[in-house]
């Protein structure tokens, strides 16, 4: 549902709906979240190419009010993988779990739990704030060119897997590239942007630009040096056990 912009009324759009006042307006995210991605993918060097949006808005007859209050966005750039590298290597035991990219910030804490809330609006202003984003274009090209200089390592490559931390921070993406083997994460092995930062938020805070990774223990320095060489930070927080507790 988008708020009705003058000569540019849908038949399903009621002007009467009521927003939350602690969110954008629907037509304000399907805006600034496109201009966001183009200006972004462009800041790190990977122009996006292709996108769009849905949004939905209706009163039922019987009366009830059916809605993405929060628009949804899809966005698409274009790349290429050699085919050694489609395929993730399983965890096995001894294999180093490894943080590529941004220290740990209380960013995103909460992002997840508020874009999943059933209901928008039932939510606290605070959590709204707190589940906001903040791209770093510069550690993303930094990022994308460690990662770029292992590919093109062929068979050398260091990376055995590689997961994308999203919604969930740490607890999410640790466990999926460790799964189903198990591991030790170390959380003082973590690099901090915020001292302050307590256990839980390292855990579950959304900072941008932050990979994991599996590697075996002979190619830790050869990791570590391709990440020196582009000056992107790279922690060493644990290894796969095969045990499961």
């Not at 190419?49 to 698409?76: C, D, H, Q, T, Y």
């Not at 489609?86 to 909460?110: A, H, S």
Request: hydrophobic share 40%; aromatic share 8%; charged share 25%.
């Amino acid at each position: 549902m988008l708020y009705v912009c003058s000569g540019y009324e849908l038949p399903w759009e009621d002007a009467k709906f009521v927003y939350p006042n602690n969110m954008a307006p629907p037509l304000e995210i399907a805006i600034e979240a496109s201009n966001g991605a183009s200006d972004y993918g462009n800041k790190f060097g990977e122009p996006v190419l292709a996108g769009f949006a849905r949004s939905f808005g209706m009163m039922l007859p019987n009366g009830e009010r059916r809605e993405w209050v929060k628009p949804i966005m899809f966005s698409g750039g274009i790349g290429m993988i050699d085919g050694e590298g489609v395929t993730k290597l399983q965890p096995e035991k001894g294999m180093e779990v490894v943080k590529v990219g941004g220290p740990v910030y209380r960013i995103g804490v909460g992002g997840g739990a508020a874009s999943s809330i059933q209901v928008q609006g039932d939510n606290e202003s605070e959590l709204d704030f707190g589940a906001v984003q903040r791209g770093d274009a510069e550690m993303e090209q930094k990022l994308n060119r460690a990662i770029r200089a292992c590919i093109e390592m062929d068979s050398g490559n260091p990376i055995c897997s590689i997961h994308d931390q999203g919604a969930g921070g740490n607890g999410n993406v640790l466990k999926e590239i460790s799964e189903p083997a198990g591991a030790v994460i170390r959380v003082k092995d973590f690099m901090l942007g915020d001292p302050t930062i307590s256990v839980l938020e390292l855990w579950g805070a959304e900072y941008q630009e932050s990979n994991a990774l599996l590697v075996h223990a002979e190619n830790r320095q050869t990791l570590q040096d391709i990440c020196d060489r582009e000056k992107v930070p790279v922690s060493f927080v644990g290894e796969i056990t095969g045990k499961q507790w």
